[in-house]
Structure formats: C-alpha cells, structure tokens
C-alpha cells in the first residue's frame, strides 16, 4: 500500500495529485428532459440547452421562456410573450421591476412577439428578483412564479452549473470554466431517393397489400371502425427497390394517425409495418400522427395537437439514411400557453 506524504511535506506536484483526487467530478444529469414544476415546464435536449416556461394553467395570458444553452460561454434570452411591449411595465406582485431598458427590445405588442432581453447581467438580476416573488405581470396580463426556482434549479443541474458563478439558483464561486461543454450534435446523412415516381399500376397494388395487413393486425393504438371504410393512404418511393406506405388507421376531431409500411415494390404481399425509433430509453413509435414524407429530403415527419390551435403538442422527423429511419428531431410542448409558439426542442440532430 503506498503512503502518501504528510500535509506538512507536501510538494507543489503531490499537491496537483491530492487535487485531482480529491475533486468532485459533475455527475452528468440524463437527457433528454422535460419535467413539470407547479406552473413551470422545463424541456432540455440532448444537447443540454433547456427552455424553462411559465404559464398559469388555468388561464394563460402572460408567457415566459428563460432560455439557455449548455457549455461555458452560453447565450441566454427571457422571452415574455403577451406583455404591452414595454420592459418598464414590468411588475412583480404589484411593484416595479428594476429594469435597464437599454438591454430590451420588443418587435410589437401583440401576443406572439415576445418582450426580449439577451444581456446575462439583466437575466441573472431579473432572476433574482422573480425567486422572491409570486407574481410578474405586464399591464392586465400576469404569470404565476410558483414553480420557477425549482425549474432553474434543474437547469442548473442539467448544464452542471451548480456551485458556479454562472448558476441561476445554487450559485457559488466556481468559475464559468467549471461548467461542462455542450455535447456534440447528431450528425445524420439522409439518403432520399431522385429517381421515377411510382406507377399507377405499381401503387394499387402497394397501398392494398399494406391496407390488408393494417387490418389484420392487432394494434391497440389503432381503431379502423372510427376510420371506416376508406382510410387515407399514400405510397411513396423510398429506393429503387421499395415504397413507403402510410394508412390511416385512427380518426381524431383535428388528426389522424397512421401505420407506417416498408415495401418491396416488386413483392407487394410481404409488406411489413415498420416502428420509428425514439428517445433513448423510450419505447419505439408504432402509429405517428398526421404524417407526411419528403421524399426529395429522405424525411418522415409527424405534428400531434394537444388541442385544435396547435399551441400545445408534440412534433417529430426522421430522417432515412438508406438502411432504415433515424430520429431526427423531437419537440414537445405539454401544456396550451394560448399562443403559438415554436414548441421547445427535446432531441436535434444535423
């Protein structure tokens, strides 16, 4: 067993060792996230930015999205939608907020262009100011912040931030460059196919043979009697050799979601239902929901609605890249803000 040496004797390179021993090391949070915080949403991806979003649940009016991208030298934004468009409006349980407006801009005051500061300086200030509050308002429009602390708190947590200078909630004196870099992106090459179209004669029988096989097989998440006799389907080519086919087989007031098919063209009776990868740790997708392929782009993408506007819901791509599908992108907003706003990303590829 090696002796290492006093305290007292300690030179400047066992010195560096028993710092390096010693050390904690930042336990990776899993991505990706997203997780629910009284009135709060945070959504972070594989690439650990997260969007932390505040609403009322009841009713909605004012939205807020604390955004931030993981890594040392990030960009940060709050994003306040529904405001008068005015940062010095801005209040928290009915008192002013300190503000420089200077670190403000606003494109208009309507409901889908956001009040915007970028500055680290105001956001840090703001967020302090917030955790101690319960509500931020902008003229007769407000957000609850019950929830909000937790959700920077998780933030934090994700990007490795706690304990250092650049934290929202847990601060302390680490350096920004105790903070982890961002993790690379997915790089993804999609093979699509810019060969002939598919034949009248070579798509009857495709979208027949893919039609039969969606009704003989029991997929609880289908239900072909609310579709009734004549599903939507659509065969598309994917190579030289096969088609892709989709077929409704469930009917919704404002979407429909459909079975996806891999198909030799030349031996159409053998068409086999294919399910799409999804988030790491999640189960495959067998039913994807107003579907549509681009075939130009070698990509299948799929938008749920949460409810009819579509401000709330999830949206996905896959990308084909000659052997099978690859998960592209996930975004995924669950809750209705009352707006329309791009949902947050929880997967993203290049």
């Not at 008068?84 to 801009?105: F, N, Q, T």
């Not at 308002?137 to 490795?160: E, P």
């Not at 495959?284 to 819901?313: H, M, P, T, W």
Request: hydrophobic content about 40%.
């Amino acid at each position: 067993m090696q002796n290492f040496p006093s305290k007292k004797s300690l030179s400047p390179r066992h010195c560096l060792l028993a710092f390096l021993f010693a050390a904690p090391t930042w336990a990776a949070a899993p991505v990706p996230v997203q997780k629910e915080f009284r009135n709060w949403v945070v959504t972070c991806d594989n690439l650990r930015s997260c969007v932390a979003e505040g609403a009322d649940q009841d009713n909605p009016s004012l939205v807020l999205r604390f955004i931030r991208d993981a890594g040392p030298h990030d960009t940060v934004s709050l994003e306040i939608y529904g405001s008068d468009g005015d940062s010095k409006h801005l209040r928290i349980d009915g008192k002013p907020l300190s503000v420089a407006a200077e670190d403000w801009e606003s494109e208009g005051n309507d409901e889908e262009s956001p009040l915007v500061t970028s500055s680290q300086g105001e956001v840090h200030k703001l967020v302090d100011a917030m955790r101690n509050g319960r509500k931020l308002s902008s003229g007769d429009a407000s957000v609850s912040l019950d929830g909000l602390s937790a959700a920077l708190l998780l933030v934090d947590d994700v990007q490795g931030r706690v304990d250092t200078d650049t934290a929202w909630v847990r601060r302390g004196y680490k350096l920004p460059d105790a903070v982890p870099p961002a993790p690379s992106i997915p790089v993804i090459v999609a093979a699509p196919f810019h060969g002939a179209a598919l034949t009248p004669a070579q798509n009857g029988p495709l979208v027949k043979a893919a039609l039969a096989k969606t009704r003989q097989a029991n997929n609880p998440d289908c239900d072909l009697e609310g579709v009734g006799d004549e599903p939507r389907t659509e065969a598309m080519r994917l190579n030289a050799q096969e088609a892709l086919v989709l077929v409704e087989c469930a009917r919704g007031a404002y979407q429909s979601g459909y079975v996806v098919f891999r198909v030799l063209i030349s031996q159409p009776t053998r068409a086999q239902q294919i399910s799409l990868p999804w988030l790491p740790g999640e189960p495959a997708q067998n039913v994807i929901y107003e579907a549509e392929f681009d075939g130009d782009k070698g990509r299948l993408s799929q938008r749920i609605k949460g409810r009819g506007i579509g401000d709330c819901g999830e949206s996905s791509e896959w990308a084909f890249d000659g052997r099978g599908f690859v998960l592209a992108t996930v975004a995924s907003e669950p809750r209705c803000p009352g707006i329309l706003l791009d949902f947050p990303d929880l997967w993203r590829s290049r």
